[in-house]
């Protein structure tokens, strides 16, 4: 018996979005976690055919030394049409959500960011972004010293709540 299958000559795979064109974003975002104990800021976010770049800052105002490092960055990006979805997608967050990880943070961050320093910087990617991509930061885990093992004793996780469509 021989049966023809009319239209399925092959799979058809989703057709990504192109490139998103050069842009520098200018931000001002500034965020602030558990009653202050942190101010997260984000100056700014530049796109461009070789890559991605974002200017952040985390101020540390709680009483303790925190764990931070360049990989306590990163570029969270989601496909999606929906500010609903972007919500459910970053809130609750019980563990460092998918990110793009830069690979250059200058200058590199201390090891542990005393109480009351600020740490600001510049990380960068080598990701080619997509138009349409809503893009948000993250921010750490940062954990304190004391901690035997960075993956169990994240203390600060956190995505900016702001967001840009790109």
């Given at each position: 018996?021989l049966?023809?299958?009319?239209?399925?000559?092959?799979?058809?795979?989703?057709?990504?979005?192109?490139?998103?064109?050069?842009?520098?974003?200018?931000?001002?975002?500034?965020?602030?976690?558990?009653a202050?104990?942190?101010?997260?800021?984000?100056?700014?976010?530049?796109?461009?055919?070789?890559?991605?770049?974002?200017?952040?800052?985390?101020?540390?105002?709680?009483?303790?030394?925190?764990?931070?490092?360049?990989?306590?960055?990163?570029?969270?990006?989601l496909?999606?049409?929906?500010?609903?979805?972007?919500?459910?997608?970053?809130?609750?967050?019980?563990?460092?959500?998918?990110?793009?990880?830069?690979?250059?943070?200058?200058?590199?961050?201390?090891?542990?960011?005393?109480?009351?320093?600020?740490?600001?910087?510049?990380?960068?990617?080598?990701?080619?972004?997509?138009?349409?991509?809503?893009?948000?930061?993250?921010?750490?885990?940062?954990?304190?010293?004391?901690?035997?093992?960075v993956?169990?004793?994240?203390?600060?996780?956190?995505?900016?709540?702001?967001?840009?469509?790109?």
């Amino acid at each position: 018996m021989l049966v023809a299958l009319a239209g399925c000559s092959g799979i058809q795979r989703p057709t990504l979005a192109p490139p998103a064109p050069p842009k520098d974003v200018d931000l001002g975002w500034v965020e602030r976690y558990a009653a202050g104990q942190f101010t997260f800021r984000v100056g700014r976010i530049v796109v461009g055919p070789k890559g991605w770049q974002a200017t952040v800052a985390v101020t540390n105002n709680s009483a303790s030394p925190y764990r931070i490092g360049p990989q306590s960055f990163g570029l969270v990006a989601l496909d999606t049409k929906s500010q609903a979805e972007v919500k459910r997608l970053t809130e609750n967050l019980t563990r460092t959500p998918p990110a793009l990880q830069p690979v250059r943070v200058t200058p590199s961050p201390p090891p542990l960011l005393a109480p009351g320093a600020t740490y600001r910087g510049t990380i960068q990617g080598t990701e080619v972004l997509r138009s349409g991509t809503v893009l948000r930061v993250l921010f750490g885990p940062f954990t304190r010293p004391e901690a035997r093992d960075v993956t169990q004793g994240a203390e600060v996780l956190w995505v900016t709540d702001h967001a840009v469509r790109i």
